[in-house]
Nanobody, 127 residues
Framework: HVQLVESGGGSVKPGGTLKLSCIDS????????MAWYRRAPGKTPEMVAS???????DYVNSVKGRFTISQDDKKKVLYLQMNELTAADTATYIC??????????????????????WGQGTQVTVS
């Protein structure tokens, strides 16, 4: 199965930096796009940054120029470098694959998730 585990969250002061990591510790994802979402109390969850299987990146306007999404395919890790953090960035950050993502075991058994695969999230607090 796919297990996405986020880490790197914490509490920082405005203007600070954090780097989030999302490790796929389970089956290998097969050419799936990845994204970071965030969920803040009282706000609509939003996709913050995404990276396609072709490594094309996209960001929500509020983080452009401050956040950078990247991935290390060999290590199966997705990153989100966050600079110049503000209180508005306070949220739970969750990594996820695109819908319809397929993952395969080492034995070559593959399975697809219509809703994609999701992690549990890591809390980022800026104050």
């Amino acid at each position: 199965h796919v297990q996405l585990v986020e880490s790197g969250g914490g509490s920082v002061k405005p203007g600070g930096t954090l780097k989030l990591s999302c490790i796929d510790s389970g089956d290998r994802l097969r050419r799936c796009g990845m994204a970071w979402y965030r969920r803040a109390p009282g706000k609509t969850p939003e996709m913050v940054a995404s990276i396609s299987s072709a490594y094309t990146t996209d960001y929500v306007n509020s983080v452009k120029g401050r956040f950078t999404i990247s991935q290390d395919d060999k290590k199966k890790v997705l990153y989100l470098q966050m600079n110049e953090l503000t209180a508005a960035d306070t949220a739970t950050y969750i990594c996820a694959t695109n819908r319809g993502c397929t993952a395969c075991t080492d034995d070559g058994v593959c399975h697809m998730s219509r809703g994609g695969f999701w992690g549990q999230g890591t809390q980022v607090t800026v104050s």
